[in-house]
């Protein structure tokens, strides 16, 4: 319990340093637009690597979860990566953090908008041009059709803007942490996995097209359990293993039709399909 408070009140004031340099400097952003912008968000970015370097230090110090990553290669800082991953907890962020840092450009990440009012945190992700998504019922779609592919329509703005400053953006495929209800209540075909959702990873593949460099596709195993993030800082997970692999961009990927319905979108199903098949199994190996 002294350990987990420890690492929470870290956590905080790492947060708090970080996130309000970010804060305070991105002002500078109210006075430029357009492609002027660019290198102030390079700029903040590098503060954004300082809160995740100070992460892990946080980790190391107090923790001994042991950290088995492989596949983390062949990147460029100034490049333009889609990470796509399993999502199985919060310690899923940290995770990934650390896997790229400073091997990759900052990692991006959709964020439900709601989060944007959390003090410091949301302002903070507002200022480093994290995507931030608003969720709809579907009874409310349904009173109100205009707003429905808002989502879509704010992510291929982003990436639109991405493509002016090296970036990573993180997409959790399957839209939500895996648990057995959720596998049970999907009907699941995958024994580890949730079903995929190409929507938000079609309009990425389509905004940024030929400047995407490559896809990163990462499997993220807490062997023999389904971990929260009180576990981890409790000490409780002696392992994590992180597995990417790099795959290539190849023009049908980044077809703009794949955002659309017809045969390019079922051919990103299928690309997508097969690699869930393929984490599904190494999940497996990895139990």
Not at 176 to 184: G, N, V
Not at 186 to 214: K, M, N, T, W
Not at 232 to 252: G, M
Request: net charge positive.
């Amino acid at each position: 319990m002294i350990r987990a408070i420890a690492i929470i009140l870290l956590l905080l004031l790492n947060l708090a340093f970080w996130g309000s340099l970010v804060l305070v400097l991105s002002l500078a952003k109210l006075f430029v637009r357009g492609p002027k912008k660019a290198p102030i968000i390079r700029f903040l970015a590098k503060f954004g690597e300082g809160w995740v370097a100070g992460n892990n230090r946080i980790f190391d110090m107090l923790l001994t979860t042991e950290w088995d990553i492989e596949g983390i290669e062949g990147l460029q800082y100034d490049g333009h990566y889609l990470i796509i991953s399993n999502h199985v907890s919060w310690v899923d962020i940290f995770a990934l953090f650390r896997a790229f840092h400073r091997k990759a450009a900052f990692i991006r990440f959709f964020l439900k908008r709601e989060l944007i009012w959390f003090p410091i945190a949301g302002q903070a992700c507002w200022a480093l041009e994290f995507p931030f998504m608003r969720r709809y019922t579907p009874e409310y779609l349904e009173k109100h059709p205009e707003k429905r592919g808002q989502d879509l329509e704010t992510t291929r703005i982003l990436c639109r803007r991405y493509r002016r400053v090296p970036v990573a953006i993180l997409n959790f495929v399957e839209g939500t942490r895996f648990s057995r209800e959720k596998h049970a209540d999907q009907e699941s075909p995958y024994r580890h996995l949730l079903r995929p959702r190409i929507g938000g990873i079609s309009f990425v593949l389509a905004s940024f097209g030929d400047q995407l460099d490559a896809v990163f596709d990462v499997t993220l195993a807490y062997p023999n359990r389904d971990i929260t993030m009180w576990e981890f800082i409790t000490n409780r997970v002696p392992r994590i293993v992180i597995r990417a692999r790099k795959l290539a961009v190849t023009p049908e990927l980044i077809d703009p039709a794949v955002t659309q319905s017809g045969p390019a979108r079922e051919q990103l199903k299928e690309w997508i399909d097969g690699i869930w098949r393929e984490k599904d199994a190494l999940l497996d190996s990895l139990a």
